[in-house]
């Protein structure tokens, strides 16, 4: 699986050119999978935002599902044990992207388990995710107490370690003065590992274990040394 974790999406040319990198064609000719799950886990979304998400209603443009795909339809990850694998391991195998949209990164990766999806991700070598905030916070190791708002029935803050480094998204956000990069640097103290801090014209991309950066703004490696 190829991996591309952004704080704010699909959100200028850097991070596009960057998705159809890793994509291998033009994004035109990609089925895109939309996956709204970490929204219910978070006190701040409402049915309102999932339906926002789904219908590719985010400002400003080209955020996620407006990036002009081929299709796009919506696999909910806590209706798949319900239905078995026979029928949604399918429609997972012929997309070419997942979408995951923010929210609650702790809940998020609790369902990626439970769907069976996380057990599957590993054998699909050219599906693309695209993470935006929890939906690429729940692929690294721990999210640290500041975005902890789920339990899990274990508890903690860790979640699925797909990468070997968490993330601090939305830094400087205007309307949000915890997320300076301040309170992200004391965030790392408590991250066990390397941390990176991105704002929402930022991305990450992880294939086959290297990493990249696409940026027209702001971010910075954090713990770069803590083994």
């Not at 054998?123 to 789920?150: C, H, K, Q, Y």
Request: charged share 20%; proline share 9%.
């Amino acid at each position: 699986m190829k991996l591309l974790l952004t704080s704010g999406g699909i959100s200028n040319p850097t991070i596009r050119a960057a998705l159809v990198g890793l994509l291998g064609k033009p994004i035109e000719e990609c089925r895109a999978l939309a996956v709204p799950t970490a929204k219910y886990g978070h006190p701040g979304c409402d049915p309102e935002s999932v339906r926002r998400f789904i219908a590719a209603e985010y400002q400003p443009p080209n955020v996620m599902g407006e990036a002009g795909w081929k299709s796009i339809g919506v696999l909910e990850l806590t209706a798949l044990p319900t239905i078995g694998a026979d029928r949604w391991l399918p429609w997972v195998r012929e997309t070419d992207v997942l979408l995951a949209d923010g929210g609650d990164a702790t809940y998020l990766g609790y369902w990626l388990k439970e769907s069976g999806l996380a057990d599957q991700l590993p054998s699909l070598p050219d599906l693309v995710w695209v993470g935006m905030s929890a939906g690429s916070m729940a692929l690294t190791p721990r999210i640290g107490s500041e975005f902890f708002n789920w339990t899990s029935p274990g508890g903690g803050e860790e979640t699925l370690g797909l990468v070997d480094f968490s993330i601090f998204p939305h830094l400087d956000y205007p309307d949000w003065p915890d997320n300076s990069l301040d309170a992200a640097r004391r965030w790392a103290t408590t991250i066990p590992g390397p941390a990176y801090a991105i704002d929402d014209q930022t991305a990450i991309s992880v294939v086959n274990g290297k990493v990249d950066v696409h940026s027209e703004g702001h971010w910075e490696l954090l713990n770069p040394t803590v083994p």
